[in-house]
Nanobody, 119 residues
């Protein structure tokens, strides 16, 4: 079984910064990619950023957010700078991974961490 646990969310003023972390643990054979989605109240979950062969970003966060990974720690980070009220959402990390060499890759999700941007 694999578990993803996010941390680092909170309340921040517009223009401020936060750093989210997400650690994957459990029966992991290989992680192919990790990344972040977010879901604002009343809206659908949307892609934010991911790190697999390279990094990819949603247009709305490009230049402000940076995704990075520490493969030795099975951890993905999301550095969020110049935060805006429209960044307010629950942020979910995911990992595209194999639990053994026998099986194909699956997506595992964390429980989410809240980010609120308000003055």
């Amino acid at each position: 079984q694999v578990q993803l646990v996010e941390s680092g969310g909170g309340l921040v003023q517009p223009g401020g910064s936060l750093r989210l972390s997400c650690v994957a643990s459990g029966s992991i054979f290989r992680i192919h990619g990790m990344g972040w989605y977010r879901q604002a109240p009343g809206k659908q979950r949307e892609f934010v950023a991911d790190s697999s062969a390279g990094t990819n970003y949603a247009h709305s966060v490009k230049g402000r957010f940076t995704v990075s990974r520490d493969n030795a720690k099975n951890t993905v980070y999301l550095q969020m700078n110049n935060l805006k009220p429209e960044d307010t959402a629950d942020y979910f990390c995911y990992a595209h991974l194999q639990t053994s060499a026998t099986y194909g890759a699956i997506d595992v999700w964390g429980q989410g961490t809240q980010v609120a941007v308000s003055s």
